[in-house]
Protein backbone atom coordinates (compact mmCIF):
# COMPACT_ATOMS: atom_id res chain seq x y z
CA UNK A 1 0.00 0.00 0.00
CA UNK A 2 1.37 3.59 -0.74
CA UNK A 3 2.21 5.94 2.26
CA UNK A 4 -0.45 6.88 4.42
CA UNK A 5 0.68 10.39 4.85
CA UNK A 6 0.19 10.88 1.45
CA UNK A 7 -3.52 9.87 1.15
CA UNK A 8 -7.07 10.93 2.79
CA UNK A 9 -7.63 8.84 5.36
CA UNK A 10 -10.26 6.06 4.73
CA UNK A 11 -13.49 5.52 7.03
CA UNK A 12 -14.42 1.27 7.30
CA UNK A 13 -16.88 0.18 8.85
CA UNK A 14 -18.34 -3.62 9.89
CA UNK A 15 -21.72 -4.15 9.00
CA UNK A 16 -22.00 -7.87 10.27
CA UNK A 17 -24.25 -9.55 13.11
CA UNK A 18 -22.24 -9.30 16.63
CA UNK A 19 -20.49 -12.34 16.66
CA UNK A 20 -18.72 -11.99 13.78
CA UNK A 21 -18.21 -8.21 13.51
CA UNK A 22 -15.84 -8.35 16.61
CA UNK A 23 -13.96 -11.35 14.20
CA UNK A 24 -13.59 -9.52 11.11
CA UNK A 25 -12.64 -5.78 13.22
CA UNK A 26 -9.92 -7.81 14.84
CA UNK A 27 -9.13 -9.21 11.44
CA UNK A 28 -8.51 -5.52 10.30
CA UNK A 29 -6.32 -4.43 12.78
CA UNK A 30 -4.28 -7.44 12.94
CA UNK A 31 -3.53 -6.80 8.66
CA UNK A 32 -2.79 -3.04 9.76
CA UNK A 33 -0.45 -3.61 12.44
CA UNK A 34 1.17 -5.84 9.99
CA UNK A 35 1.66 -3.20 7.90
CA UNK A 36 2.36 -0.41 9.74
CA UNK A 37 3.10 1.89 6.65
CA UNK A 38 -1.06 1.52 5.63
CA UNK A 39 -2.43 1.47 9.33
CA UNK A 40 -3.02 5.65 9.35
CA UNK A 41 -5.06 5.34 6.10
CA UNK A 42 -7.78 3.47 7.44
CA UNK A 43 -10.12 4.05 10.80
CA UNK A 44 -13.30 2.03 11.67
CA UNK A 45 -16.43 4.31 11.71
CA UNK A 46 -19.69 3.50 11.44
CA UNK A 47 -21.87 2.79 8.73
CA UNK A 48 -23.60 6.07 7.69
CA UNK A 49 -20.48 8.11 7.00
CA UNK A 50 -18.26 5.51 5.89
CA UNK A 51 -15.97 5.06 2.51
CA UNK A 52 -16.46 1.45 2.79
CA UNK A 53 -18.91 -1.09 4.57
CA UNK A 54 -18.35 -4.45 5.12
CA UNK A 55 -21.27 -6.58 4.77
CA UNK A 56 -22.39 -10.52 4.32
CA UNK A 57 -22.35 -11.89 0.76
CA UNK A 58 -25.43 -13.24 -0.15
CA UNK A 59 -28.92 -12.11 1.28
CA UNK A 60 -27.39 -12.39 4.72
CA UNK A 61 -28.97 -15.87 6.39
CA UNK A 62 -25.93 -17.70 6.71
CA UNK A 63 -24.70 -18.07 9.59
CA UNK A 64 -20.65 -17.72 8.25
CA UNK A 65 -20.12 -16.41 4.96
CA UNK A 66 -16.90 -17.89 3.01
CA UNK A 67 -16.57 -13.64 1.35
CA UNK A 68 -17.53 -10.50 1.70
CA UNK A 69 -18.86 -7.40 -0.01
CA UNK A 70 -17.72 -4.07 0.16
CA UNK A 71 -19.95 -1.37 -0.51
CA UNK A 72 -17.38 0.87 -1.26
CA UNK A 73 -18.33 4.50 -2.22
CA UNK A 74 -15.88 7.03 -4.23
CA UNK A 75 -15.36 10.57 -3.81
CA UNK A 76 -16.94 11.20 -6.96
CA UNK A 77 -19.88 10.22 -5.32
CA UNK A 78 -20.48 6.67 -7.43
CA UNK A 79 -21.22 3.38 -5.52
CA UNK A 80 -18.95 0.02 -6.65
CA UNK A 81 -19.54 -3.57 -5.22
CA UNK A 82 -16.44 -5.76 -4.42
CA UNK A 83 -16.54 -9.00 -3.25
CA UNK A 84 -13.64 -10.46 -0.98
CA UNK A 85 -12.92 -13.85 -1.58
CA UNK A 86 -11.25 -15.53 1.08
CA UNK A 87 -11.42 -12.62 4.03
CA UNK A 88 -11.28 -14.82 6.56
CA UNK A 89 -7.17 -14.86 5.35
CA UNK A 90 -4.90 -11.86 6.08
CA UNK A 91 -3.39 -10.94 2.98
CA UNK A 92 -6.89 -11.44 1.15
CA UNK A 93 -7.63 -8.15 3.17
CA UNK A 94 -5.03 -6.51 2.81
CA UNK A 95 -5.44 -7.11 -0.90
CA UNK A 96 -8.94 -6.15 -0.59
CA UNK A 97 -8.16 -2.70 0.83
CA UNK A 98 -5.39 -1.67 -1.85
CA UNK A 99 -8.24 -2.10 -4.42
CA UNK A 100 -11.08 -0.45 -2.21
CA UNK A 101 -8.35 2.54 -1.41
CA UNK A 102 -7.85 2.43 -5.37
CA UNK A 103 -11.84 2.61 -5.92
CA UNK A 104 -12.28 5.46 -3.02
CA UNK A 105 -9.60 7.60 -4.57
CA UNK A 106 -7.04 10.01 -2.87
CA UNK A 107 -6.25 13.88 -2.82
CA UNK A 108 -2.99 15.20 -3.79
CA UNK A 109 -0.22 14.09 -2.59
CA UNK A 110 1.21 17.01 -0.81
CA UNK A 111 -2.57 18.17 0.93
CA UNK A 112 -2.50 16.64 4.10
CA UNK A 113 1.22 17.59 4.85
CA UNK A 114 1.38 21.10 3.72
CA UNK A 115 -1.85 21.24 5.59
CA UNK A 116 -0.87 19.71 8.82
CA UNK A 117 2.73 21.88 8.76
CA UNK A 118 0.65 25.39 8.30
CA UNK A 119 -1.74 24.04 11.41
CA UNK A 120 0.86 23.36 13.33
CA UNK A 121 2.46 26.89 12.70
CA UNK A 122 -0.43 29.05 13.21
CA UNK A 123 -1.50 26.98 16.26
CA UNK A 124 2.14 27.82 17.82
CA UNK A 125 2.38 31.42 16.65
CA UNK A 126 -1.49 32.12 18.83
CA UNK A 127 -0.41 30.00 21.44
CA UNK A 128 2.58 32.57 22.04
CA UNK A 129 0.48 35.26 21.47
CA UNK A 130 -2.72 34.64 23.09
CA UNK A 131 -1.47 32.02 26.21
CA UNK A 132 -5.18 32.16 27.90
CA UNK A 133 -7.12 32.47 25.14
CA UNK A 134 -9.69 30.17 23.55
CA UNK A 135 -9.51 30.07 19.39
CA UNK A 136 -12.30 29.71 17.14
CA UNK A 137 -11.40 26.72 15.19
CA UNK A 138 -13.80 26.90 11.54
CA UNK A 139 -13.62 24.14 8.65
CA UNK A 140 -15.49 25.33 5.38
CA UNK A 141 -17.13 28.50 6.74
CA UNK A 142 -18.62 26.90 9.85
CA UNK A 143 -17.17 26.64 13.65
CA UNK A 144 -16.88 23.19 14.51
CA UNK A 145 -14.72 23.82 17.88
CA UNK A 146 -13.10 26.02 20.52
CA UNK A 147 -9.62 25.06 21.12
CA UNK A 148 -8.05 26.98 24.86
CA UNK A 149 -4.58 27.49 24.27
CA UNK A 150 -3.42 27.75 28.44
CA UNK A 151 -4.13 23.52 28.36
CA UNK A 152 -4.41 22.55 24.43
CA UNK A 153 -8.39 21.65 24.85
CA UNK A 154 -10.96 21.43 22.33
CA UNK A 155 -14.83 21.85 22.57
CA UNK A 156 -16.60 20.30 20.12
CA UNK A 157 -19.57 22.44 18.25
CA UNK A 158 -19.81 19.34 15.77
CA UNK A 159 -19.34 16.01 17.41
CA UNK A 160 -19.24 14.05 13.88
CA UNK A 161 -16.73 15.76 12.27
CA UNK A 162 -14.43 16.13 15.54
CA UNK A 163 -14.64 12.30 16.09
CA UNK A 164 -11.40 11.19 15.06
CA UNK A 165 -8.53 13.53 14.20
CA UNK A 166 -8.33 11.52 11.27
CA UNK A 167 -12.08 12.79 10.09
CA UNK A 168 -11.56 16.30 11.35
CA UNK A 169 -7.82 16.44 9.29
CA UNK A 170 -9.70 15.38 6.32
CA UNK A 171 -12.36 17.43 6.05
CA UNK A 172 -9.94 20.89 6.92
CA UNK A 173 -8.12 18.97 3.73
CA UNK A 174 -11.23 19.36 1.75
CA UNK A 175 -13.19 22.38 2.93
CA UNK A 176 -10.68 24.91 4.26
CA UNK A 177 -10.01 25.88 7.28
CA UNK A 178 -9.37 29.30 9.63
CA UNK A 179 -7.68 29.49 13.38
CA UNK A 180 -8.77 32.93 14.86
CA UNK A 181 -8.79 34.39 18.49
CA UNK A 182 -12.40 33.83 20.31
CA UNK A 183 -12.15 35.21 23.40
CA UNK A 184 -10.46 34.38 27.34
CA UNK A 185 -10.11 30.30 28.22
CA UNK A 186 -11.30 31.20 31.53
CA UNK A 187 -13.03 27.91 31.79
CA UNK A 188 -11.64 26.22 28.73
CA UNK A 189 -13.83 23.23 28.55
CA UNK A 190 -13.27 20.48 26.54
CA UNK A 191 -11.24 17.01 25.73
CA UNK A 192 -7.34 17.26 24.91
CA UNK A 193 -6.35 18.32 21.76
CA UNK A 194 -3.25 16.00 21.84
CA UNK A 195 -4.66 13.51 19.74
CA UNK A 196 -4.82 16.10 16.57
CA UNK A 197 -1.79 17.59 17.55
CA UNK A 198 -0.01 14.23 17.47
CA UNK A 199 -1.88 13.36 13.98
CA UNK A 200 -0.76 16.61 12.67
CA UNK A 201 2.99 16.32 13.96
CA UNK A 202 3.34 12.79 12.31
CA UNK A 203 1.99 14.28 8.72
CA UNK A 204 3.96 17.22 8.92
CA UNK A 205 7.04 15.15 9.09
CA UNK A 206 6.21 14.16 5.20
CA UNK A 207 7.76 17.80 5.11
CA UNK A 208 10.32 17.52 7.61
CA UNK A 209 11.72 18.37 11.13
CA UNK A 210 9.90 21.72 12.75
CA UNK A 211 12.90 24.52 13.19
CA UNK A 212 12.91 24.04 16.99
CA UNK A 213 13.60 20.47 16.21
CA UNK A 214 16.77 20.80 13.73
CA UNK A 215 18.88 22.76 16.10
CA UNK A 216 22.05 20.12 18.09
CA UNK A 217 19.99 20.28 21.17
CA UNK A 218 19.79 17.08 22.85
CA UNK A 219 16.16 15.52 23.00
CA UNK A 220 14.92 14.03 26.36
CA UNK A 221 11.40 12.55 26.38
CA UNK A 222 9.71 13.29 30.20
CA UNK A 223 7.88 9.51 29.71
CA UNK A 224 6.48 7.15 27.65
CA UNK A 225 4.44 8.92 25.30
CA UNK A 226 1.40 7.48 24.96
CA UNK A 227 -0.02 8.51 21.81
CA UNK A 228 2.28 6.49 20.04
CA UNK A 229 0.47 3.08 20.88
CA UNK A 230 -0.09 1.17 17.97
CA UNK A 231 1.51 3.71 15.79
CA UNK A 232 4.81 2.98 13.65
CA UNK A 233 6.59 0.09 14.23
CA UNK A 234 10.01 2.02 14.69
CA UNK A 235 8.17 3.97 17.18
CA UNK A 236 9.73 2.26 20.15
CA UNK A 237 13.39 2.02 19.14
CA UNK A 238 13.21 5.90 18.83
CA UNK A 239 11.41 6.21 22.21
CA UNK A 240 14.29 4.14 23.58
CA UNK A 241 16.93 6.60 22.59
CA UNK A 242 15.17 9.35 23.38
CA UNK A 243 14.14 8.25 27.23
CA UNK A 244 18.03 8.93 27.94
CA UNK A 245 18.50 12.46 26.35
CA UNK A 246 21.82 11.73 24.70
CA UNK A 247 20.40 11.66 20.90
CA UNK A 248 18.81 14.49 18.74
CA UNK A 249 17.28 14.56 15.51
CA UNK A 250 21.19 14.54 13.70
CA UNK A 251 22.11 11.32 15.88
CA UNK A 252 18.71 9.47 15.14
CA UNK A 253 18.95 10.04 11.74
CA UNK A 254 22.41 8.29 11.57
CA UNK A 255 21.59 5.16 13.57
CA UNK A 256 18.45 4.79 10.55
CA UNK A 257 16.04 3.45 13.31
CA UNK A 258 13.20 4.42 10.40
CA UNK A 259 12.71 6.69 7.22
CA UNK A 260 13.23 10.48 7.68
CA UNK A 261 9.30 11.46 7.39
CA UNK A 262 8.70 8.69 10.42
CA UNK A 263 11.57 10.24 12.54
CA UNK A 264 10.62 13.74 11.62
CA UNK A 265 7.18 13.61 12.13
CA UNK A 266 7.69 11.27 15.65
CA UNK A 267 9.97 14.01 16.74
CA UNK A 268 7.28 16.71 15.52
CA UNK A 269 3.99 15.11 17.13
CA UNK A 270 6.41 14.81 20.52
CA UNK A 271 7.46 18.61 20.83
CA UNK A 272 3.70 19.51 19.84
CA UNK A 273 2.79 17.31 22.59
CA UNK A 274 4.97 18.72 24.87
CA UNK A 275 6.55 15.02 25.61
CA UNK A 276 9.66 16.52 25.64
CA UNK A 277 11.51 18.36 28.16
CA UNK A 278 11.94 21.95 28.57
CA UNK A 279 15.14 22.13 28.17
CA UNK A 280 15.08 20.30 24.72
CA UNK A 281 16.26 23.50 23.50
CA UNK A 282 19.40 23.76 25.16
CA UNK A 283 22.84 23.41 23.70
CA UNK A 284 24.66 20.25 23.41
CA UNK A 285 27.00 19.18 26.48
CA UNK A 286 30.92 20.25 25.52
CA UNK A 287 33.29 17.65 24.76
CA UNK A 288 34.90 16.20 27.21
CA UNK A 289 38.66 17.30 28.51
CA UNK A 290 41.28 16.04 26.34
CA UNK A 291 43.62 12.80 28.37
CA UNK A 292 45.94 14.97 30.99
CA UNK A 293 44.24 17.92 31.08
CA UNK A 294 43.98 19.61 34.41
CA UNK A 295 40.46 19.60 36.21
CA UNK A 296 39.90 23.09 37.76
CA UNK A 297 37.64 23.30 40.68
CA UNK A 298 35.46 25.47 38.92
CA UNK A 299 35.12 22.65 36.54
CA UNK A 300 34.06 20.13 39.22
CA UNK A 301 31.88 22.26 40.36
CA UNK A 302 30.33 23.19 36.98
CA UNK A 303 30.21 19.40 36.55
CA UNK A 304 28.53 18.78 39.75
CA UNK A 305 25.82 21.87 39.78
CA UNK A 306 25.24 20.21 36.14
CA UNK A 307 24.55 16.86 37.71
CA UNK A 308 21.94 18.01 40.49
CA UNK A 309 19.98 20.17 38.14
CA UNK A 310 19.74 16.75 35.42
CA UNK A 311 18.72 14.82 38.43
CA UNK A 312 15.61 17.47 39.75
CA UNK A 313 14.68 17.92 36.00
CA UNK A 314 15.90 21.54 35.89
CA UNK A 315 16.97 23.32 32.89
CA UNK A 316 20.79 23.15 32.32
CA UNK A 317 22.96 26.74 32.92
Known amino acids: MTNPQDTAPFCIAVALPPHLKSLVERLL ?4 REQADAAARWYLGDAGS ?26 DGHRH ?17 TRIA ?55 MDRELTATPETLIA ?5 GWSLTPAGSDAAAPGASLKPLL ?37 FAELIRHLRSGDNNRASLL ?35 AAPGAPVTSHTTDHAAIAAIRRTLGLVRP
Open 29 to 32: QGVL
Open 171 to 175: AMTRD
Open 81 to 97: ALTIEGVWRSGAMAAAL
Open 102 to 156: ALIGSEPAAAKPQLALQWLQRWSELRRQFPTSQLALQVGGRLVALLGTRQATLQS
Open 198 to 234: WQLGLLAGTLGALPALQSQAALRLKGWPYLAAGGHRN
Open 254 to 288: ALELAPRKVVDGFLNACAVCEFFHDDTAAPEPRAA
Open 50 to 75: ADVVLRLHGDGSQAISPNLLADVRSR
